[in-house]
């Protein structure tokens, strides 16, 4: 989809601004020119800016600068890069001591992103790639996430999602009783839930708040993922989480 004229010319403004890189910002008549766009269209793409927190102006210069919400989504940014790296040695020693691939997922609104992901020996070919989404209530990375979520956004998510017919075989009822369970255990496990012939355990991290910050997990085939299995690999899941919790701050 081609991105629409006005988005284009809002994010030209921007980076005229940022550009600038001080904090004196840029004058109306000064974006006019660096951007070629008439005064009418920058000031009415500024207004909006300034409406949602994305630019400022100067009460004494009346110059433009970039604005708090920038540096709130940069900040956002900078944690997620944080966490990354500070995941990515525990992903690699839980794969190694399960044999299994393991994920780190993120929640982005109602939707889980798979941030990072370490192969195992045997690999397991999984629908999404890192960096797309899928709803939270769709496997057992992503329930982990959800079943940590406030009572209100869990009551508000199962509504919308029943709304829209998201739910293909259990509704929301048995959803919200898997996400007791969940609570209570301190794990999620899906079976065939997001992939037919696959099984994912996955595991709440913390952050120095308390909140689920993110989820740890594996995902591996039936086959090899079986019920004797299963108590290890939770136990395993379960450490690794709460080592990426430790280094996040979070002290239970």
């Known amino acids: 989809m081609p991105m629409s004229s006005t988005l284009r010319k809002g994010l030209e403004v921007l980076l005229a601004i940022c550009e600038e890189g001080t904090e004196d910002g840029l004058s109306l008549r000064q974006l ?41 989504m940069g900040l956002q940014v900078r944690g997620m890069l944080d966490l990354r790296k500070a995941a990515l040695p525990v992903l690699k020693e839980l794969t190694a001591r399960t044999g299994e691939d393991s994920y780190l997922t993120v929640a982005q609104g109602k939707m889980g992103v798979f941030l ?6 045997h690999p397991v070919k999984v629908i999404e790639l890192v960096g797309k989404e899928m709803p939270l209530h769709s496997g057992a990375a992503r329930k982990a996430l959800l079943s940590f979520m406030d009572d209100h956004f869990i009551r508000t998510y199962l509504k919308e999602m029943a709304e829209k017919g998201e739910f293909k075989s259990a509704g929301p009822e048995a959803l919200a009783e898997e996400i007791k369970k969940i609570r209570e255990q301190g794990y999620a496990v ?61 002290f239970s």
């Open 116 to 121: 990072e992901r370490v192969e195992g020996p």
């Open 32 to 72: 006019a020119v660096r951007t070629g766009f008439p005064p009418s269209t920058v000031h009415r793409l500024l207004q909006t800016f300034k409406e949602f927190g994305v630019v400022e102006q100067s009460p004494e210069t009346k110059n433009y600068r970039l604005g708090p919400q920038l540096l709130k």
């Open 190 to 250: 899906s079976f065939g839930d997001y992939l037919n012939y696959g099984i994912g355990i996955a595991a709440p991290v913390r952050d120095f708040s308390g909140s689920a910050r993110a989820s740890l997990g594996i995902i591996g085939l039936k086959s090899r993922l079986n019920e004797e299995r299963l108590p290890v690999l939770i136990g395993e899941v379960k450490r690794a989480a709460d080592q990426l919790s430790q280094k996040m701050g979070y």
